[in-house]
């Protein structure tokens, strides 16, 4: 991957970088410990220049997440929601782009990429966590919004495992799934620990619940039109009487469904190609979309390590992940 920074600071950078804790090879390039995050080089780089030089709109809206959480599915959703009176159906962007291509990932942004879009609100998707963006945005003096998205750590561990895999540089040896389930627990995962990362969500959305919508993957699963609804109203363009009669809801929801997305050709052939240069292929960002295929890579054992320390970390603070963390059988 290629730096983001061009000036000086690249080599005051780089010293922190040979001083951080890391972990070579396992995730296709090195991960440092940065400000207890686990971060790629150019995501350490991206965080400073958020920290250092993010101006803010106090009608910007970000879209936040753990990889592998839904952040595609949110995308797209959160895109469509927007522009719905823009862009018909018939002739939309997203049949052209894929989801990674409506708005920006600030996460290995350089300043000038921040300008990306005139219009209001602005969108822009980020992994960090909520501890590392900087209090000029999460202040809620400071207007700006937040979606999270969470999802069950085991199905989050088996997305982020087949994602790894494909896009493994090939002269790498083969990646072993116990070492990777390890790594997780141990909260050594690309934007980890998992845990810390809901939790700075959770409790923020708790403190500032009009300024942070919290969502679970598996809820939107259940009942995509009701969070159409309400990721519309959070995001300040409520769905009519009117568009609710002629089906909207129901259209935005069928558009963002992993099925029609697949179906397009920008998904199945297109890449996605990161300010960094990294490029990744657009079908990457889609597999099953199904609650519980950790069912198809867990063993019993790992299973219940996995529970076993959600249910620790998120105990007593109200949230519950997957459909065991609350009264785990072997707390
Ligand atoms: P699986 O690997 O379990 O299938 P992210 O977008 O945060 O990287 O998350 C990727 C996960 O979301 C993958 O899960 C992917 O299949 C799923 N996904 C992508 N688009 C989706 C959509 N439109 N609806 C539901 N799930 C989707």
Redesign the pocket.
Known sequence: MSCVTTDDSEQKTLQLLADLPRVDATFGDTLYLYQGVWLFRDAVFGAMQIQNHFNHHPTDIFLT?????????????MFTILNRSRFDFSDHPLLRKG?HDCFPVLDTCKPEDYAVTDNSPRLFAT?FPHKMLPSSITDPSSGCKFVY?C?DPK??L???W??VVKLRPKELPPLSFDEVFNLFCEGVMIYGPYWDHVLGFWNAAFQSPEKILFFK?EE??RD?EGHVKKLAEFMGVPISGQEEEDGMVKKIVEF???????SLEVNKNGVYKANTGYIVPNET??????VG?WKCHLTEAMKDQIDRITHDKLKGLGLTIGATNEGHPMT
């Open positions: 997440s753990f990889m592998k959480s839904g952040t595609t599915w949110l995308r797209s959703l989801p992994h998205v999802r199905d989050v088996v997305s982020m087949h994602f993957y939107m699963k995509p963002c469904s992993i099925e029609h997305l697949t960002f889609f597999r099953k979309g199904e295929d």
